[in-house]
């Protein structure tokens, strides 16, 4: 099967999936919107993925560029003849694909697309229907994304959902011993959360480090590990030093995905105060790394985490910055986490596999083909 993956940028994701598609025995061809100020995936495409030259994918998006390349996918069509086309985000990589007459479609949403920004505005409305509208299928990652999608007409039984999930060989439970990361930063003897989302609105961080402020004050082991970087940097940086917490924040900018199993080696507690999510990958990541998590209480989380018995762990309502404040002293004055690591661990292992379930990609596109009802892709 010939397939064109047309995406916005190139994230960690986008190598997740095509690296998917290669090892499948697809023909994967890979199709980039936009180029951004910062490239959050510095790993070469993987092997047997060709990339598709065009004009664009050299510079950020712009609205005004949308008839005209437009017309350069249709070129790209032409050229590349894929058996299915996938493309997401919903609004702009869909939408140009549906308007270029891109057929078997499958749009994938990425979770904020339909979760937040198809209801900004009428003309993000419009887009996300008239990406809808040529989308033979919809790949999405939780239930949230499904309820969102029939809330323009989209039919449940066209939408293919599974977690993006994580390499259960790469994030796994930390190994006896002590953390290096731990040790370098004198912190071996401290209670570490780690935050890793990005710092924009939508994420929440500022009611992480506005949460961790006041548990720090309540408790002097507390350690933060913040990772990332975005706009909201000036309002973090002015928090942090309201509450004089450089001493016990790690500031780690942007990891590479070969270290980050490190970082989740050296924390106790994950945490994530995000507005709106999907199937978070930073979530699945800490629970396959047996790392008790502590996220806002929004339909993406609460398909992974249920307060009770055996739960990986606890959810905090959303924007709340003394709730999350109190659950972190409530681990940090746990005994024994033991039985969130465990369960954690079990739960990625149930449900979290990329190995597993990335064959439903290959089920999407076979859907897609099979709508239009043209002749079987080799």
């Known amino acids: 099967m010939r397939i064109l993956y047309f995406t916005r940028d190139y994230t960690p994701h986008d190598h997740r999936f095509l690296a998917a598609l290669a090892q499948s025995g697809a023909e994967a061809f ?44 249709r070129r790209v069509l032409r050229d590349v003849r894929p058996h299915v086309v996938h493309a997401g985000p919903l609004q702009t990589c869909a939408l140009i694909a549906s308007l270029a007459g891109a057929r078997p479609l499958a749009g994938m949403s990425w979770g904020s697309d339909l979760l937040i920004d198809a209801r900004t505005s009428p003309w993000m409305k419009l887009a996300t229907r008239l990406a809808l509208r040529g989308s033979d299928v919809l790949i999405g990652d939780c239930a949230a994304v499904q309820q969102a999608a ?17 390499d259960l060989r790469t994030f796994t439970p930390a190994p006896p011993g002590p953390s290096p990361l731990r040790a370098r930063l004198g912190w071996q003897d401290c209670f570490v959360v780690l935050s890793l989302r990005s710092w924009e609105p939508v994420y929440g961080v500022d009611v992480v480090v506005k949460a961790f402020a006041r548990a720090a004050a309540a408790e ?4 933060l590990i913040l990772l990332g970087g975005g706009s909201l940097a000036g309002q973090v940086q002015s928090l942090l030093h309201q509450h004089q917490l450089h001493g016990r924040v790690h500031l780690g900018g942007q990891v590479s995905q070969e270290r980050l199993p490190e970082v989740y080696h050296a924390a106790d507690l994950y945490v994530s105060a995000s507005h709106s999510d999907g199937s978070s990958v930073s979530l699945l990541e800490a629970l396959a790394s047996g ?48 039985p969130c690591r465990a369960a954690a661990r079990a739960l990625a292992e149930r449900r979290a596999d990329w190995s597993a379930n990335s064959r439903r990609l290959l089920e999407a596109y076979r859907m897609a083909v099979e709508r239009r009802k043209g002749p079987a892709a080799p």
């Open 291 to 338: 790392l008790p998590v502590l996220v806002s209480d929004i339909p993406g989380n609460r398909e992974w985490v249920t307060p009770g018995d055996g739960s990986p762990g606890w959810l905090f309502p959303d924007g709340d910055a003394d709730a999350l404040a109190g659950g972190i002293l409530r681990a940090a004055a746990l005994e024994d986490l033991a």
């Open 30 to 73: 890979y199709l980039r919107l936009e180029r951004r100020p910062h490239q959050l995936e510095d790993r070469p495409l993987p092997p047997g993925v060709t990339q598709v030259n065009w004009p664009g994918g050299k510079a950020p998006f712009r609205w005004r560029s949308l008839p005209a390349l437009t017309l350069a996918l």
């Open 220 to 223: 002097p082991r507390l350690r």
């Open 150 to 166: 029939a809330g323009f007409g989209f039919p449940a039984g066209r939408v293919v959902l599974f977690p993006w999930g994580v």
